[in-house]
């Protein structure tokens, strides 16, 4: 990251954004929003990729909660109704009035709330394994999208989403979980995708009856090679820095504020819906996400997206670091089109 310029914005409510910046800055804005447990650094091979171009202008922050951005310890501060609006000024205050937002994980969750509320900020959007209509409108509308082929109710009522529910009903307990076992759990999260293991089922719909991540014994985890998982050493002491520093409760807390998700989703322009270029990578081995395996996930967002297009990729859910090529390859077709 050190061929990019860093900097800071303090928002209105005195909460701070850390973020890099590269490319052109006369090119078409590019602004890359990462999930959980990522950092601005996950986005490395894309950001590299379309600084070399003088079309586009990349900026990458670190959310709320992690690498060098604040992260306070209250869980309302890491609802969409404060998020968004801090995104809104983030942008008015680099001097961008629209541009491409491209979200992974969570920060779908944020960019799709963003796109509903404020899709004058948007040239367009893509979403990297989360679908638009989908974790931002709440739990209970998640659990209306489960595989019943593959979680019947009889057996699990939260299916592939239990682990959010889990962290609903056991906040502290799951920050304390991860936050214990740092080193070994960063490793784990990021081992690369197995297409063997496709249409099982996700070993998420299973923490809460298993006493919680990891069958709740994340001391016995084996301390996997770097080589089996999709980091590289500088990515990995990134991740391990920014969780040393903040903890896990900011990661965690974006998934504590499901009902007042719901609230905010109610005030939404057009009813949500997308008239923007939209673009929706699937990684297809993700378990948890891909409507590969759990097809109502998708239908909303192909009813909601008025100009869709959608890729596949083989690969598991961190798919910007497990297959970039194919990830820039991907964004950079769909980009020619605008």
Not at 222 to 232: A, G, H, K, N, V
Request: hydrophobic letters at 35%.
């Amino acid at each position: 990251m050190d061929s990019f310029t860093a900097g800071d914005i303090t928002h209105q409510n005195g909460e701070v954004t850390h973020y890099y910046e590269g490319g052109s800055a006369d090119g078409t804005p590019l602004i890359f929003i990462h999930g959980w447990p990522d950092i601005a650094e996950s986005w490395k091979h894309q950001l590299a990729h379309f600084a070399a171009s003088s079309k586009y202008r990349v900026i990458a922050p670190d959310m709320r909660g992690y690498g060098d951005s604040t992260a306070p310890q209250k869980k309302e501060s890491y609802r969409l109704e404060v998020l968004v609006p801090e995104l809104v000024e983030f942008a008015s205050k680099l001097g961008i009035t629209k541009a491409v937002w491209i979200g992974h994980d969570w920060g779908c969750g944020v960019t799709n709330a963003l796109a509903a509320h404020y899709p004058e900020l948007f040239v367009a959007m893509a979403n990297l394994c989360v679908p638009y209509r989908s974790v931002e409108l709440g739990l209970e509308y998640l659990k209306s999208t489960i595989n019943r082929d593959l979680y019947p109710e009889s057996e699990t009522e939260w299916g592939n989403w239990e682990y959010m529910r889990y962290y609903e009903v056991k906040p502290e307990e799951s920050v304390k979980a991860f936050d214990g076992h740092l080193d070994v759990i960063t490793k784990i999260l990021y081992v690369k995708g197995d297409g063997s293991k496709w249409g099982q089922p996700s070993p998420t719909s299973r923490i809460l009856r298993d006493g919680g991540w990891f069958g709740g014994h994340p001391e016995n985890l084996p301390d996997i090679p770097l080589s089996y998982t999709s980091l590289d050493e500088h990515l990995y002491e990134s991740l391990l820095k920014s969780k040393k520093k903040h903890g896990f409760f900011g990661a965690n807390a974006y998934y504590f504020n499901h009902e007042a998700n719901v609230e905010y989703a109610k005030s939404e322009k057009n009813g949500g819906v997308l008239e923007l270029p939209f673009l929706y990578i699937d990684a297809k081995y993700d378990a948890v996400c891909s409507p590969s395996v759990q097809p109502k996930l998708a239908e909303r967002m192909k009813r909601d997206v008025k100009n869709l297009t959608y890729e596949t990729i083989e690969s598991s859910h961190w798919v910007q670091l497990e297959k970039p090529k194919e990830v820039n390859e991907a964004l950079e077709k769909w980009l020619a089109t605008l």
